[in-house]
């Protein structure tokens, strides 16, 4: 079999541009994924502080909140910019506001999170003393947001304060604003805290009443990536295979033999 060296020639231009497309796709599809906040989850690891409530005094739990894929609008009490050595908040405490934390989950929890429609009280706040503070629930304390003791006490907010954190790259939540998913996403890893490191749940009623306290050993941050993420990515991948096999399968006399 003699192969004719012009087609072979051709042969390769095709598969060089071919490349590139696949390339530029890929590369498309990349911006896309960077362009899109994916969420982020927070889970806290934490010692029970006592017995009650379905906890047990020196055992471990988990807490996991998991971010709305963006967030976008600021409520009028938010900060529009961060600035070093200033209290800095993302906050959800408007009906207006997108929701700021829409799961939770752990083996810390019961029941099922449901962001409040009217009354939202959550937020990510730092101080300018790079102490770190998270609350997930409502400012109406006679409402309850889903969650529960392991015994089936109703919760109105989860509250995990105080938390001195050394996030990197950049500890600090300093420039422009950014929504907390791309901040966060941009910063993935297992932290550990230093004192004062509580974790508080609050049942209904008078303001919020102490259910179970527990003390937070470590903070794991991670990025979880949206089904429609990976489909652009993998739409991008087979439509660029496709378009190579036309081009193929299109090309007259590719290979000839003598």
């Given at each position: ?84 050595g200033s209290n800095n908040y993302w906050k959800n405490f408007s009906t207006a506001d ?68 050394s996030l990197s790259p950049g500890g600090a939540y300093t420039g422009s604003f950014v ?40 903070l794991t941050i991670s990025a979880i990536p949206e089904p429609s993420t990976s489909a ?27």
């Amino acid at each position: 079999m003699k192969l004719h060296y012009s087609t072979l020639g051709l042969v390769t231009d095709t598969l060089t541009t071919t490349g590139k497309f696949l390339l530029s796709l890929l590369t498309c599809a990349a911006l896309i994924n960077s362009a899109w906040a994916d969420p982020v989850t927070f889970t806290f690891t934490a010692t029970a502080n006592a017995t009650g409530q379905g906890y047990t005094l020196g055992a471990s739990y988990n807490f996991s909140f998991t971010t709305g894929a963006s967030y976008a609008t600021l409520s009028t009490l938010s900060q529009s910019t961060f600035t070093a050595g200033s209290n800095n908040y993302w906050k959800n405490f408007s009906t207006a506001d997108s929701a700021l934390f829409v799961s939770a989950s752990g083996n810390g929890l019961g029941g099922t999170f449901v962001p409040s429609a009217t009354n939202p009280s959550s937020y990510i706040f730092q101080n300018g003393l790079g102490g770190s503070d998270f609350i997930i629930g409502t400012t109406n304390t006679s409402q309850t947001v889903g969650m529960t003791t392991l015994s089936g006490t109703p919760l109105s907010y989860f509250n995990a304060g105080g938390l001195s954190l050394s996030l990197s790259p950049g500890g600090a939540y300093t420039g422009s604003f950014v929504d907390p998913t791309t901040y966060f996403a941009a910063r993935p890893g297992v932290y550990a805290v230093t004192s004062p490191n509580p974790l508080q749940l609050y049942g209904l009623g008078g303001g919020g009443s102490l259910l179970a306290g527990f003390t937070v050993n470590q903070l794991t941050i991670s990025a979880i990536p949206e089904p429609s993420t990976s489909a652009a990515i993998a739409g991008a991948a087979m439509l660029g295979l496709a378009v190579w096999r036309r081009r193929r399968q299109s090309k007259p006399g590719a290979i000839t033999a003598a």
